[in-house]
Nanobody, 127 residues
Framework: QVELVESGGGSVQAGGSLRLSCVAS?????????MAWFRQAPGKEREGVAR????????EYADSVKGRFRISRDHGKKAATLLLNSLQPEDSAMYYC???????????????????WGQGTQVTVST
């Protein structure tokens, strides 16, 4: 259970964009089958945002971000990147990177799958 290292959060105006990065160690990355991004706003439940199967790059997105966010993986950087476009105030949250080692990880955002976590990076969208 190795924490991942997130970066790229910040404050932007509505309609703006951010790029979040989640970097794993080479040894840890080798054991992952999926990586994902979650978010949690104060007083709200944690929400799965996007997930990607490392082997073939297959992705799944929450309905709330489809068409606006894109997740990708970079084998050289041992990283998962989340591109956030057309940001709105309701996107404001702490964004967490997570990883899964089980083969079934693309099926859902289940915590039984995604049990390796980073410490988070804050995204704040103003009007």
């Amino acid at each position: 259970q190795v924490e991942l290292v997130e970066s790229g959060g910040g404050s932007v105006q509505a309609g703006g964009s951010l790029r979040l990065s989640c970097v794993a160690s080479p040894t840890s990355y080798k054991g992952y089958n999926c990586m994902a991004w979650f978010r949690q706003a104060p007083g709200k439940e944690r929400e799965g945002v996007a997930r990607i199967r490392i082997r073939d790059g297959t992705t799944e997105y929450a309905d709330s971000v489809k068409g606006r966010f894109r997740i990708s993986r970079d084998h050289g950087k041992k990283a998962a990147t989340l591109l956030l476009n057309s940001l709105q105030p309701e996107d404001s949250a702490m964004y967490y990177c997570a990883a899964a080692t089980v083969l079934e990880c693309l099926a859902s955002f289940a915590p039984t799958y995604y049990n390796i976590w980073g410490q988070g990076t804050q995204v704040t969208v103003s009007t």
